[in-house]
């Protein structure tokens, strides 16, 4: 990070503020960039910001000359040290608004993840043109492949065990949430070499403000505005209206009449005001700004067959991570039909885990479900299949 305040001199340095310092690496553009977004929160909470290339800094932490630049540090007014990702959740901590997500990243099994999320950020933090080196880093390492399979499991394993006193229904999102946002991190870290040097919008961008998986679109420099004609527009606005429709009105209603008719209308409107509504709204929104996403929804009942709806048309988003990190790493040992199961009970097992576990009943429905649509698929496919059942099943 570079000073957002290149005048700072070393009698600033000597200043003692209430807080502490914050060291970080002054010839790093991600590192500078990152101080002239959090010193307007952090400066006036009692921080001050050095770069580790002066020589106050270096004697105040005891560096000698030469010595690599790992990670920033953060060192209070009474002499407490933090560093790397401790560093960063010290520096959280201070801030009301994201004071929570501190306490959630300090949990065992989380500041694990977090301290490998950072490591991994710091030796790729020199980025220019896409390639990255961090000179007497580890940047030549082999990248840990298996590592994006674990990381959708940490944070859901951590809600799990974390929210068994929990209402179900706070449960259930908290785990949805937790799944989604693993899976958009091993998606990151599946492509990591190439998000480098991308501006920090796009890499911000996909991480928190878009639900699909495939980072593709938004490595990709297209014009600054792709055409949104306004049915598309309409399109969303149709999701939304059926989905407050049915929430507001129709489940009270259906309450009235049988529990679960309530359940189905709630479900319904839900993935209407959703899937076909927000979620369809944001991709012509990143459309409109010039990143070329598809909605996840891609007009399902248009489906000539089960192997088109699941591949095709209904939700993409789970579609480009299970063809990414379960598909394509399995087929060529499984074989195209083994590969096709293993996906469809990687389905049918998180929604075990979303649904089943947080309601408490159900167990193995959703797996089952998710199962024969699989086998429905691979019948599909057969010879039989293409001669009798094509477009029919």
Known sequence: MISAKPETTETKDRERPAAGWVFYDGDCRLCQASVARFEPWLGPRGFLFVPLQSAWAREKLGM????????MIVLTRDGQ??????AVLHLASAVPGVRPFAWLAGLPGARR?????YRR???RRHCAAGACALPGASSGRPRARWMRHVTPVVPAAIVLAAGAAWPPWVWMWSLALAVFFGCKLAMWIDRAGVFCGQPLRRRGGFLFLWVG???RPF????????????GDWLRGGVGVFLGLALLLFGVPAAAEWDPLAAGWAGMIGLTALLHFGLFHWLAMAWRTAGVPVEPIMNRPLRSRGLGEF???RWNLGFTDLANRLVFEPLWRKTGPAGA??????????????????????GHGGPLAYFLLQGGGVLLERSRVGKRHLHGWA
């Open 64 to 71: 000698a000359e030469g010595d690599p630049l790992l990670e």
């Open 81 to 86: 040290r933090f560093g790397g990702a401790d």
């Open 113 to 117: 993840l977090s301290h490998w999320t």
């Open 121 to 123: 950020i710091a030796e």
């Open 213 to 215: 998986m495939d980072p």
């Open 219 to 230: 490595l990709r420099d297209g014009p600054p505005s792709l055409q949104v004609a306004a």
């Open 310 to 312: 699941w591949s095709r």
């Open 340 to 361: 096709t199961l293993v996906v469809f009970a990687v389905s049918g097992l998180v929604h075990e885990l979303v649904i089943s576990i947080p309601a408490r009943g």
